[in-house]
């Protein structure tokens, strides 16, 4: 479930058709003025710029992203396109671009997001408190995508209580997969990821800069070493496009106790 990052000039396919059931997910590195076309027959497009400032033509309509020097210094630009166009990829600066693909027949226009439009969550409190970014959401006519950032402060956990979303059973839950692909701060450093059920699950992985990890199933929380900042792209795909996840009944209580604590720390 781990790839570990090792990033080259042009198009790395980190997750490939096949991996997932719905999701292909890849990074773009262009140098100044470098191209990129990519055509979308049957599946739609959700991107992040991680880093640099792009122009993106398609039919005709030209969107222009911001400069963003990385991950953690500013908010995302992101991109979504429907099937059936052919995008051009242009960048101004040395860009770095994460590209998720799914499945898809809609009818729907590309949207440009812009930093400002990015919904911005402070989650948890205490050593799980962090910031988690929603960028192509249920505000953008998608089929089955849907994209943001989480930053962790250093020492502190995320996707905490720990949470899974892989069965259908609503209103409880609603199974959608997912691929985190992670930034630390600095590069030296690193993260620990868990995925675990109750039945016949529990792997943990060292999490470094540009690693990606596949969660088909399971409750997966996210720490950060100390004097570590580790930051990961989330990317879901599903059926329902409903994100509707499922707390681990042996941590639960600990969302129950946190208006508590925001009291007590007053």
Not at 233 to 262: M, S, T, V, Y
């Amino acid at each position: 479930m781990l790839i570990k990052g090792d990033l080259k000039k042009g198009w790395n396919e980190l997750v490939k058709k096949g991996n997932m059931e719905f999701l292909r997910f890849g990074v773009l590195i262009l140098g100044k003025g470098e191209r990129e076309v990519i055509e979308l027959s049957d599946e739609e497009m959700g991107l992040v710029l991680l880093s640099g400032k792009i122009t993106i033509e398609t039919d005709g309509e030209v969107f222009e992203t911001g400069y963003r020097k990385d991950v953690f210094s500013s908010e995302a630009w992101g991109f979504y396109c429907p099937p059936g166009r052919k995008l051009t990829l242009k960048a101004s600066f040395d860009s770095e671009i994460a590209i998720a693909f799914a499945p898809s027949r809609i009818d729907a226009e590309p949207v440009l997001v812009k930093p400002e439009d990015v919904r911005i969550r402070r989650v948890g409190i205490w050593n799980w408190r962090r910031d988690v970014k929603d960028i192509i959401d249920s505000r953008i006519k998608a089929e089955k995508l849907l994209l943001g950032e989480t930053v962790n402060p250093p020492g502190n956990w995320s996707s905490w209580p720990p949470h899974k979303h892989d069965v259908d059973d609503p209103p409880n839950e609603y199974r959608m997969e997912e691929v985190y692909f992670f930034k630390v701060n600095p590069r030296t450093g690193f993260g620990i990821q868990r995925i675990y059920n109750h039945e016949d699950l529990d792997e943990v992985y060292v999490v470094r800069e540009n690693d990606t990890v596949l969660i088909k199933k399971g409750y997966h929380p996210v720490a950060a070493a100390p004097g570590s900042q580790v930051y990961y792209l989330w990317i879901l795909a599903g059926e329902n496009r409903i994100l509707l996840p499922h707390d681990d009944p042996d941590w639960a209580w600990q969302k129950l106790e946190e208006p508590l604590l925001r009291e007590i720390m007053r």
